[in-house]
């Protein structure tokens, strides 16, 4: 299926329809996705940016025609029917998602549970003012950041909780964690339109891999997804998208290698319209923060989701590692400030002993934590829940299931 691009892009969009059972050749099939940051992703960066780059001018109106509605096919019979997802996953398990969220939660906390959590409360068993000041050590340590640490402290210490330093370390961590929607979902504004989810990142932090557990999620709770392709500077990342579009069962909208970023997003805009999809997951540029004409680029993309849907309000997902700690928050800030985050994913939370990143982050930015990653699984990316996290990491018992 083909339709004209918009006159400022020289290649054809290519539309993998998994209903046509597309034929993927990885570029590097033998290496696992994402796994670590490439020792040189500042030096990939300079180099996958043309000199003089003159991205398309999105005030020009693209002419783009909308391809025709394909014949309507029937549903995979699972959309977890993959190498990748867990065995006995299908799409009715889905209903016994929340359990099997907090005990996966539980699980990936364990090694918080056995660092952090164990110096904390070795230091809650001590008197006086010595034990208070290792309490701040321990949660500078677990990655919440020193000024949060010694207000934390500070707080807990004047209210005297009758059940303890814990107790009142525990109300203090709960109390920087933001509002939010239990039931959250990526909504449309208007009937007719997709939802779109625009996902940033620095390269090695699981963006692709999110991306595809993401679409995972979404087909698997019955709606229908399109990816974007628009991590166009990166010679292998398309590939890699349409790997994860294949395991996850969904179409895949890509230009070629080097194309401009926001044509991708157009034209996979235009594709979820015609197709009446659900939702449009786009990757995005892995860049550092520091990178200021690729942070423009994301701006960019932002305009051309609001030109062809007009009063749009895309989420913006930053995904952030856990392991980097107080790093990733600065990052974090930086990207907030240039296009307006409206969530995080903290993937390889646990691959740390540290918790306190969390509360960092929501402290910092006042944006939640949608999602957390505690495993390599499909199923291992999960909603976060505050409350749960809080009782994970604390070791809290968890209620029957039932």
């Not at 740390?352 to 990653?373: H, Y």
């Amino acid at each position: 299926m083909f339709w004209r691009r918009r006159k400022q892009v020289e290649s054809e969009p290519e539309v993998v329809d998994t209903d046509l059972e597309p034929t993927v050749e990885p570029a590097v099939p033998e290496e696992p996705l994402e796994t670590s940051p490439p020792p040189e992703i500042e030096a990939a960066e300079d180099a996958a940016t043309p000199a003089g780059e003159a991205p398309v001018d999105d005030d020009i109106e693209p002419e783009v025609e909308t391809p025709p509605e394909p014949a309507a096919a029937a549903p995979p019979a699972s959309p977890f029917a993959s190498p990748f997802a867990q065995p006995g996953w299908s799409a009715s398990s889905m209903a016994a998602a929340p359990a099997l969220d907090r005990e996966r939660l539980d699980a990936g906390l364990a090694r918080s549970r056995s660092g952090f959590m164990a110096r904390l409360r070795d230091a809650f068993g001590e008197e006086g003012d010595a034990a208070w000041d290792d309490v701040e050590e321990t949660l500078i340590a677990g990655d919440v950041g020193a000024a949060l640490a010694m207000d934390v402290v500070e707080k807990a210490r004047a209210e005297q909780h009758p059940d303890g330093k814990e107790a009142a370390v525990r109300e203090q961590l709960a109390a920087l964690l933001v509002e939010r929607d239990v039931d959250w979902h990526p909504r449309p504004v208007a009937n007719g339109q997709p939802a779109v989810i625009l996902v940033v990142g620095v390269n090695g932090t699981g963006k692709t891999t999110t991306i595809g557990k993401l679409a995972t999620r979404y087909t698997g709770e019955g709606h229908s997804v399109i990816l974007a392709a628009a991590d166009t500077f990166r010679a292998a990342a398309i590939d890699q998208l349409r790997i994860w579009a294949d395991r996850a069962a969904v179409p895949v909208v890509a230009h070629a290698p080097g194309a401009d970023p926001g044509a991708v997003v157009y034209d996979a805009l235009d594709a979820a319209v015609a197709r009446e999809a659900d939702i449009v997951i786009a990757d995005t540029a892995g860049r550092l923060h520091t990178k200021s004409n690729l942070m423009d680029e994301l701006s960019k993309i932002r305009r051309i989701v609001d030109k062809r849907l007009p009063g749009a309000e895309p989420e913006t997902l930053f995904v952030l590692d856990a392991t980097t700690g107080q790093n990733g928050l600065a990052q974090a800030k930086a990207f907030h400030e240039a296009v307006g985050l409206t969530g995080i994913v903290l993937t390889k939370l646990d691959s740390t002993a540290k918790g306190g990143i969390v509360f960092a982050i929501e402290d910092a930015l006042d944006i939640p934590v949608r999602f957390v990653g505690v495993g390599e699984q499909a199923g291992d990316l999960i909603p976060f829940d505050p409350d749960a996290f809080v009782a994970a990491l604390f070791g809290e018992p968890q209620a029957p299931t039932g």
